[in-house]
Protein backbone atom coordinates (compact mmCIF):
# COMPACT_ATOMS: atom_id res chain seq x y z
CA UNK A 1 0.00 0.00 0.00
CA UNK A 2 1.43 3.72 -0.83
CA UNK A 3 1.75 6.02 1.84
CA UNK A 4 -1.21 8.39 -0.14
CA UNK A 5 -3.70 5.59 0.27
CA UNK A 6 -2.83 5.32 4.14
CA UNK A 7 -2.76 9.09 4.75
CA UNK A 8 -5.86 9.46 3.59
CA UNK A 9 -7.37 6.33 5.66
CA UNK A 10 -5.98 7.57 8.67
CA UNK A 11 -7.69 11.18 7.97
CA UNK A 12 -10.84 9.30 6.97
CA UNK A 13 -10.88 7.80 10.80
CA UNK A 14 -9.99 10.60 12.15
CA UNK A 15 -12.52 12.93 10.68
CA UNK A 16 -15.12 10.61 11.10
CA UNK A 17 -14.46 9.87 14.64
CA UNK A 18 -14.20 13.89 15.62
CA UNK A 19 -17.44 14.03 13.79
CA UNK A 20 -19.71 11.11 14.89
CA UNK A 21 -18.28 11.42 18.94
CA UNK A 22 -18.02 15.58 18.71
CA UNK A 23 -19.42 17.59 16.36
CA UNK A 24 -22.85 15.60 15.87
CA UNK A 25 -23.45 16.76 19.19
CA UNK A 26 -22.95 20.29 18.35
CA UNK A 27 -26.48 22.22 17.70
CA UNK A 28 -25.92 25.80 18.26
CA UNK A 29 -29.43 27.34 18.46
CA UNK A 30 -30.95 24.57 17.56
CA UNK A 31 -30.11 24.56 13.81
CA UNK A 32 -26.65 24.67 13.35
CA UNK A 33 -24.51 21.75 13.12
CA UNK A 34 -20.77 21.51 11.57
CA UNK A 35 -19.86 18.71 9.42
CA UNK A 36 -16.55 18.64 9.14
CA UNK A 37 -16.25 15.37 6.53
CA UNK A 38 -15.87 17.37 3.72
CA UNK A 39 -12.65 18.25 5.06
CA UNK A 40 -11.53 14.72 3.59
CA UNK A 41 -12.98 16.09 0.00
CA UNK A 42 -11.09 19.77 0.57
CA UNK A 43 -8.06 18.35 1.25
CA UNK A 44 -7.26 16.09 -2.65
CA UNK A 45 -4.56 16.48 -4.36
CA UNK A 46 -5.13 18.13 -7.78
CA UNK A 47 -3.29 15.02 -9.29
CA UNK A 48 -6.27 12.56 -8.27
CA UNK A 49 -8.61 11.26 -10.59
CA UNK A 50 -11.96 12.19 -10.81
CA UNK A 51 -13.02 8.32 -10.09
CA UNK A 52 -11.08 8.32 -6.50
CA UNK A 53 -12.10 11.72 -5.52
CA UNK A 54 -15.45 10.49 -6.25
CA UNK A 55 -14.92 7.11 -3.98
CA UNK A 56 -13.53 8.62 -1.10
CA UNK A 57 -16.15 11.37 -1.02
CA UNK A 58 -19.15 8.51 -1.41
CA UNK A 59 -17.30 6.03 0.71
CA UNK A 60 -16.98 9.17 3.63
CA UNK A 61 -20.52 10.10 3.42
CA UNK A 62 -21.90 6.49 3.10
CA UNK A 63 -19.94 5.54 6.59
CA UNK A 64 -20.85 8.81 8.23
CA UNK A 65 -24.61 7.66 7.25
CA UNK A 66 -24.00 4.38 9.20
CA UNK A 67 -22.88 5.68 12.37
CA UNK A 68 -25.49 8.82 11.95
CA UNK A 69 -28.49 7.21 10.66
CA UNK A 70 -29.19 10.11 7.50
CA UNK A 71 -29.95 7.89 5.30
CA UNK A 72 -27.86 8.45 2.08
CA UNK A 73 -27.40 12.53 2.71
CA UNK A 74 -24.04 12.82 3.43
CA UNK A 75 -23.54 10.12 0.85
CA UNK A 76 -25.22 12.24 -1.45
CA UNK A 77 -23.67 15.55 -0.61
CA UNK A 78 -20.13 14.44 -0.42
CA UNK A 79 -20.04 12.87 -3.51
CA UNK A 80 -21.67 16.03 -5.10
CA UNK A 81 -18.74 17.99 -3.83
CA UNK A 82 -16.60 15.88 -4.63
CA UNK A 83 -17.33 16.34 -8.13
CA UNK A 84 -16.77 19.68 -8.39
CA UNK A 85 -13.82 19.89 -6.32
CA UNK A 86 -11.29 19.19 -9.14
CA UNK A 87 -13.15 21.90 -10.78
CA UNK A 88 -12.91 24.58 -8.16
CA UNK A 89 -9.66 23.65 -7.57
CA UNK A 90 -8.04 24.16 -10.93
CA UNK A 91 -10.31 28.10 -11.34
CA UNK A 92 -8.29 29.18 -8.13
CA UNK A 93 -5.05 27.33 -8.22
CA UNK A 94 -2.33 29.84 -9.71
CA UNK A 95 -1.51 29.17 -13.42
CA UNK A 96 2.06 27.84 -12.31
CA UNK A 97 1.42 25.39 -9.74
CA UNK A 98 2.49 22.06 -9.41
CA UNK A 99 0.24 19.06 -10.73
CA UNK A 100 0.26 17.18 -7.24
CA UNK A 101 -1.07 21.07 -5.41
CA UNK A 102 -2.21 20.08 -2.20
CA UNK A 103 -5.24 22.69 -1.37
CA UNK A 104 -4.08 25.01 2.24
CA UNK A 105 -3.36 28.40 2.70
CA UNK A 106 0.31 28.26 1.86
CA UNK A 107 -0.69 26.93 -1.86
CA UNK A 108 -3.44 28.88 -2.47
CA UNK A 109 -3.47 31.74 -0.94
CA UNK A 110 -5.68 32.64 2.32
CA UNK A 111 -8.67 34.18 0.77
CA UNK A 112 -8.78 31.66 -2.46
CA UNK A 113 -8.80 28.98 0.01
CA UNK A 114 -10.90 30.70 2.45
CA UNK A 115 -13.71 31.04 -0.99
CA UNK A 116 -12.50 27.26 -1.96
CA UNK A 117 -13.52 25.86 1.28
CA UNK A 118 -16.56 27.86 1.84
CA UNK A 119 -18.06 26.87 -1.46
CA UNK A 120 -17.25 23.33 -1.03
CA UNK A 121 -18.96 23.44 2.36
CA UNK A 122 -22.19 25.11 1.47
CA UNK A 123 -22.68 22.87 -1.08
CA UNK A 124 -22.18 19.61 1.07
CA UNK A 125 -24.53 21.85 3.80
CA UNK A 126 -26.99 22.85 1.40
CA UNK A 127 -27.88 19.50 -0.10
CA UNK A 128 -27.42 17.87 3.20
CA UNK A 129 -29.99 20.55 4.52
CA UNK A 130 -32.35 20.01 1.97
CA UNK A 131 -32.40 16.47 1.39
CA UNK A 132 -33.01 16.99 4.99
CA UNK A 133 -36.56 19.07 5.19
CA UNK A 134 -37.21 17.76 1.74
CA UNK A 135 -39.75 20.16 1.43
CA UNK A 136 -39.96 24.06 1.29
CA UNK A 137 -42.34 24.77 3.92
CA UNK A 138 -39.70 25.32 6.58
CA UNK A 139 -37.80 27.36 3.74
CA UNK A 140 -36.09 29.90 5.98
CA UNK A 141 -35.10 27.42 9.34
CA UNK A 142 -33.47 25.09 6.50
CA UNK A 143 -31.27 28.52 4.93
CA UNK A 144 -30.45 29.07 8.72
CA UNK A 145 -29.17 25.75 9.01
CA UNK A 146 -27.81 25.98 5.76
CA UNK A 147 -25.96 29.19 6.22
CA UNK A 148 -24.97 28.78 9.96
CA UNK A 149 -23.43 25.31 9.77
CA UNK A 150 -21.37 26.08 6.42
CA UNK A 151 -19.62 28.98 8.77
CA UNK A 152 -19.25 26.99 11.58
CA UNK A 153 -18.29 24.02 9.40
CA UNK A 154 -15.37 26.68 7.28
CA UNK A 155 -14.39 27.91 10.33
CA UNK A 156 -13.84 24.96 11.78
CA UNK A 157 -11.97 23.49 9.04
CA UNK A 158 -9.76 26.88 8.82
CA UNK A 159 -8.41 26.13 12.83
CA UNK A 160 -7.78 22.13 11.61
CA UNK A 161 -5.72 23.65 8.45
CA UNK A 162 -4.10 26.15 10.76
CA UNK A 163 -3.45 23.32 13.28
CA UNK A 164 -2.38 20.65 10.71
CA UNK A 165 -0.20 22.61 8.44
CA UNK A 166 1.60 25.20 10.63
CA UNK A 167 3.57 27.66 8.09
CA UNK A 168 6.44 27.12 7.31
CA UNK A 169 9.45 28.76 9.07
CA UNK A 170 7.08 30.33 11.46
CA UNK A 171 8.78 28.85 14.34
CA UNK A 172 11.91 31.48 13.15
CA UNK A 173 10.26 34.56 13.44
CA UNK A 174 9.17 34.49 17.53
Partial sequence: MNSIFLSRLLRLILLLLFQVMVFNHIHLF????????GYMVV???????RTEILIWGFVIGLIFDMFSNTAGMAAGSCTLIAMIQPVLLN????????DDLTPSFHTLGFWNYIFYVLLLML???GLFY?????TLANFLLTLISIIGS??????IIVIMEFLIRPRKGAMYHM
Fill in 123 to 125: VLH
Fill in 30 to 37: GYITPLVI
Fill in 91 to 98: MLAPRDSA
Fill in 130 to 134: LLDAF
Fill in 150 to 155: TVLSTL
Fill in 43 to 49: CMHRNTS
